[in-house]
């Protein structure tokens, strides 16, 4: 079986990872609706993708039983509402993070993929498309580092404000920091702990150097715990243009015998390159470089559609991140600048 898919919803450009990466796992990418809220992100597709037929009737795509699966990458505030419009059409759906921005559409969700049987899966691209993190899972697995107690999870950003669409500082569009860049790390907090839940300790989020977008967060913070971790996660908008990438972002997991280091996109003033793994264990240090790790999710994902198998993460694994994600949102404390 070859997995036949389209894109619905070209608003981020996440949506360059969910098409490339089932284009590498053999998938056939066979149409896309152009309708976007940010023409840029359209033309980048455009430029990816050249052989990929332009369909301007998205009903078209979500009716065609041909297809199999639907990317979504639209404003976070629409994506539940076409994942499940592309279920009850009888497709499994990849979407970018966040999934759902409330815990309504978490719950409509929900019931859908259960009454349909389709896999709603969220691509969270702070593991799946970085190398780094199969390292670690490896090592894990491996006990290079004893059982897991904690994960410190930092997700910055760059803002490039001028550049953003009106939704990206509308959180009842695009979720909120947490709901939405956080989801990250508490997805990475479950599968290196081994957690299948956990509950949120406290959360905070603030808004310290945007005034001008005043119901924009720009920083953000999760304690969180399960019954055999805790995990501190810090996500914010304060990557400094010095930085030659979008963010340093870094996961430190703490084991019973070591300590292993993700830098995943740059070694400042160092290495070169990303996936950046260091490992403190019992005999020392070390540096391995991560790059060439082969990445599994796509490629277990095309599994699951043609098998009806959870390799690539386990329906509850999804919603138990969105659940919590939204928890932390809905209860955080707010800063005052």
């Not at 990929?52 to 990458?73: G, K, M, S, T």
């Not at 995990?231 to 914010?236: Q, T």
Request: aromatic share 8%.
């Amino acid at each position: 079986m070859t997995l036949r898919f389209a894109a619905i919803g070209l608003d981020h450009r996440h949506v360059y990872h969910l098409v490339g990466g089932l284009l590498d796992a053999g998938g056939i990418c066979v149409g896309y609706d152009p309708a976007t809220s940010d023409p840029k992100v359209l033309a980048g597709f455009r430029e990816r993708f050249p052989d990929v037929a332009l369909v301007a009737d998205r009903r078209r795509l979500l009716e065609d039983p041909l297809i199999d699966v639907i990317c979504i990458a639209a404003v976070p505030s629409e994506r539940a509402a076409i994942a499940m419009a592309a279920m009850r059409h009888g497709k499994d759906v990849m979407v970018d993070k966040p999934g759902v921005t409330s815990l309504a559409q978490l719950a409509e969700v929900e019931r859908v993929a259960r009454e349909t049987g389709r896999i709603f899966s969220i691509c969270f691209s702070e593991r799946f498309v970085v190398p780094a993190t199969e390292v670690a899972g490896r090592l894990i697995a491996e006990g290079a580092i004893g059982r897991v107690v904690q994960t410190l999870g930092l997700g910055p950003h760059r803002l490039n404000k001028a550049i953003r669409p009106d939704w990206f500082f509308d959180p009842a569009r695009y979720g909120g920091i947490l709901a939405d860049i956080a989801s990250h790390q508490i997805d990475q907090f479950l599968y290196f702990t081994g957690s299948t839940d956990a509950r949120i300790v406290t959360s905070a989020i603030g808004n310290f150097a945007n005034p001008e977008t005043p119901d924009f967060q720009d920083f953000g913070e999760i304690l969180l715990r399960s019954d055999q971790a805790t995990g501190y996660i810090r996500v914010d908008w304060f990557t400094a243009d010095g930085l030659p990438t979008w963010g340093d972002g870094r996961l430190t997991i703490l084991g019973t015998e070591g300590t292993i280091e993700l830098r995943k996109y740059v070694d400042i003033d160092g290495r070169p390159g990303t996936d950046h793994v260091f490992l403190v264990d019992r005999t020392g240090t070390r540096h391995i470089d991560g790059s060439t790790a082969p990445l599994s999710y796509f490629r277990n994902f095309a599994a699951d559609v043609r098998d009806r198998t959870e390799r690539a993460m386990s329906q509850r694994h999804v919603f138990t991140v969105s659940r919590l994600a939204l928890e932390a949102q809905a209860s955080a404390q707010h800063l005052k600048p």
